[in-house]
């Protein structure tokens, strides 16, 4: 998806890694918003409501030396009500020269609200299939960019990226998030010397009267935002992935670079696309497109931009290659509903490109990305993952790099923590087979309900505190030895953001003993103040809370509490046994809370929060005080005279 630069500036203390990392991810942040100025004037549009599009023909001419388009789009739809007109989202930049139906020519016109309004000769029926054909052209509206004309070491080419409402400047179509093309064919038409590079599977190559034409077929519902085109002097580099195996055969990656950047090095870098494309498929099932391919096509857009079967790529860094892929899974197989279900985009794409470092890299990188991760979301106080009516009109709010992308990913993170890794990729693996969601469209509470199936218990806390609601707690984390082979652990929490009164997470906290041998716990903590007393192996020596970065969180502090049982043999109760009075003696650094006086029943007889108290009153016999302090709780016997 597209991106502005500036919003980006917000990042300067992101990312553990090189400072390359940090320019890759925002590139591909930027590439991936480029055509998303339109959003902050663009409603969804109820005049393209009333019909559903089952096929695409899309025939373009194009020279990269010249910025204009020749297009041809035929369209079959089916009328979901009865029809007397059909409206397609088209700029008004670009010039209509005919319509028809069959053999009959229609009335149209062309609107400043960027549509293309079509009369039908009479009505069609609702539940009817029609096709209309449309013949255009005209220098799109460059003020979006979602058609580019450049150049690349001095050679022309033109390229294309329309999320997500770019694809209306270039081609007539419907591009609300509802309605998906069953099977487009693509024909793109060029001089000879140039190639032309679509989504699918290429079928056809001819050439005629100095161009070519190459034909592409995709056979897999695709939004018209996912639709691109590339041409330019491009060669060919390609590979393969699959497990190999007879239920997972192989199949093509193809890979369309400039002449210049083809190089023993840069195929190197996209040779990492078959270990992380078999890795995906481990996880998350089966490459969505196997049927036809994969691909990158090199574009002149810094980052990348997941259009269905083939990634348009500014370079082939690792993490780039990993979040394109992803898409391919989260985006383009299951694409969000609402561009304020942005997230279920862009926050599980980046989480893949995460577990490529867990997977290849081990756990200590896979901790240092999710610091950085967590660096850069709590770097403010604020911000909802899921986005509001009006800041899905918001180009920098719906690909905010810190929510959007970041908190998106470590809140897909902690479902995973929450849920345990078995749970949480069986739901993905359940969420991306559902036959209502495949190849469509979700909303967030669908990816819940798939969550909470396999979990078996609700998750709207989860979701109110993380996806809905603001901000990120911060955790004063206490522990105290607690006799032989057990510590107390005290957990308390503030919230930088009033909307979430608390957050309810496992977490886990890292015990040492004076040897740094390492003892880690988890605890469910659910409310502020909660003690757990946990079996450990040793005498804690430290704590550290929250090693490997599964919480999103700030400022956090993890303190070794004095010694409970050292401090059982400084609590003194005296006299003993007493007749009228009797005192209790407690460090200086421990405070008294309240005593509470047991008889040998078990009945409590009387309570009080000073340290010195009469006796007077009880019964002669044995007594159990219950004291609590600032330390913990201690027991002690006394006899009453």
């Not at 309004?117 to 979602?146: C, K, L, M, R, W």
């Not at 190639?195 to 077929?217: C, D, K, M, P, W």
């Not at 990492?272 to 494309?277: A, L, R, V």
Request: aromatic content about 14%.
């Amino acid at each position: 998806m597209r991106k502005i630069t500036q919003f980006f500036l917000i990042l300067n203390s992101f990312f553990i890694f090189s400072q390359n990392e940090k320019e890759q991810f925002e590139q591909m942040v930027e590439a991936e918003m480029k055509s998303a100025a339109s959003v902050q004037n663009f409603q969804v549009n109820p005049n393209t409501q009333n019909y559903d599009i089952t096929y695409h023909e899309l025939r373009f001419t194009v020279d990269p030396a010249v910025y204009n388009i020749v297009g041809q789009v035929t369209t079959t739809f089916t009328a979901l009500e009865d029809m007397n007109t059909i409206t397609f989202d088209l700029t008004d930049v670009l010039t209509v020269s005919s319509v028809t139906m069959g053999a009959t020519s229609l009335t149209f016109s062309q609107l400043a609200t960027e549509e293309l309004v079509i009369d039908f000769p009479s009505t069609i029926t609702s539940g009817t299939s029609s096709t209309v054909v449309i013949n255009y052209s005209g220098a799109p509206d460059t003020d979006e960019q979602a058609f580019t004309a450049s150049t690349h070491n001095g050679t022309p080419v033109i390229y294309t990226l329309s999320e997500p409402f770019g694809a209306r400047d270039w081609w007539p179509c419907k591009q609300d998030l509802n309605d998906k093309v069953d099977s487009i064919d693509v024909y793109i038409t060029c001089p000879s010397g140039y190639i032309g590079v679509s989504n699918g599977l290429l079928q056809s190559e001819t050439t005629n009267a100095g161009n070519i034409t190459r034909h592409f077929h995709h056979g897999y519902p695709i939004p018209a935002y996912l639709i691109s085109i590339n041409v330019t002097n491009y060669v060919t580099y390609n590979i393969q992935g699959g497990l190999g195996t007879t239920a997972s055969p192989f199949f093509p990656i193809n890979n369309y670079l400039y002449p210049e950047t083809n190089s023993t090095s840069v195929q190197a870098q996209i040779n990492q696309t078959t270990p992380i494309i078999n890795f995906f498929e481990s996880r998350f099932g089966d490459y969505p497109y196997r049927n036809e391919q994969y691909g990158h096509v090199q574009f002149g857009w810094g980052g990348g931009m997941e259009h269905a079967t083939m990634s348009s790529m500014y370079n082939f860094s690792r993490s780039l290659i990993a979040h394109e892929l992803g898409h391919q899974w989260f985006g383009d197989k299951i694409t969000c509903g609402t561009w304020k279900d942005i997230w279920l985009n862009e926050g599980f794409a980046e989480y893949l490109s995460g577990l490529v470092y867990e997977h290849l890299d081990g756990a200590t990188s896979f901790v240092n990305w999710k610091e950085g991760k967590i660096l850069n979301i709590t770097s403010q106080p604020a911000g909802a993952l899921y986005l509001t009516d009006a800041e899905a009109l918001n180009v920098n709010r719906i690909f905010s790099g810190r929510l959007t992308y970041n908190k998106g990913s470590m809140v897909v993170h902690m479902l995973r923590w929450k849920l345990g890794d078995t749970a949480f990729f069986q739901a993905m693996r359940n969420y991306l087979a559902d036959s209502n969601l495949a190849y469509a469209y979700a909303l967030t509470p669908q990816l819940q309900a798939h969550l909470e199936a396999v979990y078996g218990s609700s998750l709207n806390e989860f979701f109110n505190d993380w996806v809905y609601n603001q901000g990120y707690p911060t955790y004063n984390i206490s522990v105290s030895n607690w006799g032989a082979g057990q510590a107390k652990i005290i957990v308390n929490q503030t919230q930088s953001h009033p909307s979430v009164s608390y957050f309810e997470m496992p977490l886990e906290i890292r015990l040492k003993d004076a040897a740094n041998n390492i003892y880690d716990v988890i605890v469910d903590n659910t409310f502020n103040g909660q003690e757990f007393i946990v079996s450990v192996p040793f005498t804690v020596a430290s704590v550290q809370f929250d090693p490997n970065r599964h919480i999103i969180s700030k400022n956090n502090n993890a303190v070794l509490g004095a010694n409970s049982f050292a401090f059982d043999n400084q609590v003194l109760v005296y006299p003993n046994p007493s007749d009228k009075e009797l005192f209790i003696k407690l460090p200086n650094t421990v405070q008294l809370v309240k005593t509470e006086v047991y008889n040998n029943l078990g009945q409590k007889v009387m309570e009080t929060s000073n340290s010195n108290f009469s006796t007077e009153r009880l019964q002669t016999g044995v007594y159990i005080l219950k004291i609590e302090t600032s330390e913990g709780h201690f027991h002690k016997n006394f006899i009453k005279n």
